[in-house]
Each structure stands twice: as structure tokens, then as C-alpha cells.
């Protein structure tokens, strides 16, 4: 929009009937596509049939009542194809069990722009290429279907051969739940690059500060076990965190003594955020955009030694990681649960 705000549709912008004697392939019955597909059947989509390996997904499939079949079978029977497997092993499926069936007048759904914006993907001319993508876990894409409201998600028509990807990619969107939530008009590449600053730039903010928080206070003699429960895990930042969605970053300020709101707010006004800034910038600009994460990680995976399994065993080395267990123990086996579990 010109006014530079999102667009979102919902129920109302979306025709279901588009999808009337279509039959829809959900390829990979794992958390998103096990969701999706089940809500899609309850939306009265007549066609919703199953493409994957022979693992516990499959037998899943079956106690769900679908008829789940090789992948490479359900892309030659469907006319709309969602890829819900994970965004590592996609490019190698689609490239020998998805592609050779593809033909024009298909259609291609994405939950997750990643390999479409980074070009691991690129569908042949004549196919529609679509998006929907939720913003939850699949089981929350489930539950808030069937509580009777919806996921909300990102939706895009990348690639429109048929001239009515936009109206498809709506009617999708609604057959899973996602436009009672509201869908966010998105590009593939801006669903990607957000996910990628979220992952690669918030959240390792956010680990940093618990853990000089941490261990500032260990070097000031504070006691371990108590400085943990203090930090995260009592889980109120989890029921902060709740709050700012529910009613605002600053609004669920009024939540907090009096004492609290002036200290957040007055040091919040003092920091210096601008190495915060730099840090986010050069993550988005040098990093994300570039593809220069996307060549190191895609080395990374192609790599002889299992570069991330030596990263997780490194940092789980963390003192922290101990106090953690210590007051999961003293507390009677849940330190987030106040023990009370
Ligand atoms: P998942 O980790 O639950 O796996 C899905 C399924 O892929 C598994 O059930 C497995 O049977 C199948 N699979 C694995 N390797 C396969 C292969 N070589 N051939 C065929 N099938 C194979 O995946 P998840 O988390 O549901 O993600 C699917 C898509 O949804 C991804 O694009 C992801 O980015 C996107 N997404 C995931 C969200 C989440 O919270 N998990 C949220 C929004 C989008």
C-alpha cells in the first residue's frame, strides 16, 4: 500500500469454492502438514490426499484417515502441492520426486519463503507459485482451527502463470484457518528475510543478555539457583512476553509495581541502542539479504563433520546449563513450574 501499512485479508476476501474438485497434496504429515491437512478436510476441501516417507508420519497419516502415498505419487495425482517438509531436506526432494511430475496448472504452496527466495527452488514456467504461511506452531494451527479461530499468517502469489494464484492462495489460506486470523500480504523474500533477523538477530540479543545477566551476578556473588529463577525460570518473562502481544510493549507496563516501571523505563530511555542497531543492520544487510548466511549454512550442512551438532554440545558447556539442572532438581523436577508440576 502506498501508505506503507500491510495489507490483511480475511474470511471474506477468500472463496472456497475455488478449491471445489482440486485435489491437494500435502507433502510431508509432520507438524504443519498434519494441521493443515486436518483442517483443511473440516473445512469441507474434498480432495486433501498425502505424500510421504515411510516413517512414523505415515502411519499417522493412516490413523487420520488419509491414504497416504510416495510423494512423487501424490504430486502426479494433485493439482495443488504443499510442501511441508523441512526447509534442509526440501530442495533435494522437490529436485527428484517433485519436479518431474510438476506440470503447467499446478500449483506450488510454500510455508516458509527460505528456499524460493534463495533460489533453491525454482519452479518451471507455467506453475503457480504460492505462499501460506503461519505464523505458529502446527499444533497451534490446529487448536485454534478447531477453538474456531485461526492462525495468522503470511500469504504471496510469487509466480503467476494462471492469472489466479492471489485468489487460489486466499482460497488456501481460509481452508486452513488462516484468514479468520487475518492474512498479511507478505513477499517471499520479506517472510524470509524477517524470519532470518528474528532468528539470527532478536533472539541472540536476547541469549546474550540473560547470560551476562547471569553471570554478572555470579561474579557479584549472588547465588546461582536464585539468580536463574529471578531471570527466566519462574517463566515470568514467558507471561511478560504474553502480555506485550495481548496488550502492547508499554501498556503491560501497568502489570509491574511502580518501582519496576520507572526502573525499565528510565534505564530503557538511557541505553545506548545503537551498537544494538549496528548489530541488527549488518545481521539484515550483510548477512541475510547478501545470502552470505545462506551460501554458510548450506556449507555448513554439506559439510563431512556435523558443524551444528559441535555448536549445540559447545555451548550446552555454559555454567548456567548446570545451575539450571541443579534447580530443576531442588525444585522438584520443573524449575518453570515452580515445582508445583
Ligand atoms: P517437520 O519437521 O514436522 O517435518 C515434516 C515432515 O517431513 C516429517 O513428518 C517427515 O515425514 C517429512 N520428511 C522429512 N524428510 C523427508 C523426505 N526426505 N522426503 C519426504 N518427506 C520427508 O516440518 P515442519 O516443522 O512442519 O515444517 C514444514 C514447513 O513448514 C517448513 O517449510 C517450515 O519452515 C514451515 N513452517 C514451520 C513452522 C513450525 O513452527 N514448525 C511454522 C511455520 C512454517
Excluded at 26 to 31: E, F
Excluded at 95 to 112: D, Q, V
Excluded at 120 to 148: C, F, K, N, Q, T
Excluded at 236 to 243: F, G, K
Amino acid at each position: 500500500m502506498a501508505d506503507g501499512s500491510t495489507r490483511i485479508f480475511y474470511d471474506d476476501d477468500a472463496d472456497l469454492s475455488r478449491l471445489k474438485g482440486r485435489t491437494v497434496a500435502i507433502v510431508g504429515y509432520g507438524n504443519q502438514g498434519r494441521s493443515q491437512a486436518l483442517n483443511m478436510r473440516d473445512s469441507g476441501v474434498e480432495n486433501v490426499i498425502v505424500g510421504s516417507v515411510r516413517d512414523e508420519s505415515w502411519d499417522r497419516a493412516e490413523e487420520d484417515g488419509f491414504r497416504p502415498m510416495p510423494v512423487a505419487d501424490a504430486v502426479g495425482a494433485a493439482d495443488i502441492v504443499f510442501m511441508l517438509i523441512p526447509d534442509e531436506v526440501a530442495p533435494g526432494v522437490y529436485r527428484e520426486e517433485i519436479e518431474p511430475s510438476l506440470g503447467p496448472g499446478k500449483t506450488l504452496n510454500f510455508a516458509s519463503g527460505y528456499n524460493v527466495a534463495f533460489g533453491h527452488i525454482v519452479a518451471p514456467d507455467g506453475v503457480d507459485v504460492v505462499m501460506v504461511a503461519p505464523r505458529m506452531i502446527g499444533d497451534g494451527v490446529r487448536s485454534l482451527y478447531l477453538e474456531g479461530s485461526g492462525a495468522p499468517c503470511f500469504v504471496h502469489a510469487h509466480a503467476d502463470a494462471s492469472g489466479h494464484a492471489w485468489d487460489d492462495c486466499l482460497a488456501l489460506a481460509k481452508a486452513i484457518g488462516c484468514t479468520r486470523g487475518g492474512a498479511l500480504r507478505v513477499t517471499m523474500e520479506e517472510e524470509t528475510y524477517m524470519d532470518l533477523l528474528a532468528e539470527q538477530g532478536t533472539w541472540p540479543l536476547v541469549i546474550a543478555v540473560f547470560l551476562s545477566a547471569y553471570e554478572v551476578q555470579i561474579e557479584a556473588g549472588l547465588p546461582p539457583e536464585a539468580v536463574l529463577l529471578e531471570l527466566y525460570a519462574s517463566k515470568e518473562p514467558a507471561e511478560v512476553m504474553e502480555r506485550v502481544a495481548d496488550t502492547g510493549i508499554f501498556d503491560q507496563l501497568r502489570l509491574h509495581s511502580r518501582t519496576s516501571q520507572y526502573g525499565q523505563t528510565t534505564r530503557f530511555e538511557e541505553l545506548d541502542k545503537a551498537p544494538i542497531k549496528a548489530f541488527l543492520r549488518e545481521a539484515l544487510e550483510e548477512r541475510i539479504k547478501s545470502g552470505r548466511f545462506d551460501k554458510e549454512w548450506t556449507e555448513a550442512q554439506n559439510s563431512e563433520k556435523p558443524v551444528l551438532e559441535g555448536i549445540l554440545e559447545r555451548v550446552a558447556k555454559h555454567p548456567i546449563v548446570e545451575t539450571e539442572k541443579r534447580l530443576r532438581e531442588a525444585l522438584g523436577g520443573g524449575a518453570g513450574t515452580n515445582g508445583k508440576e
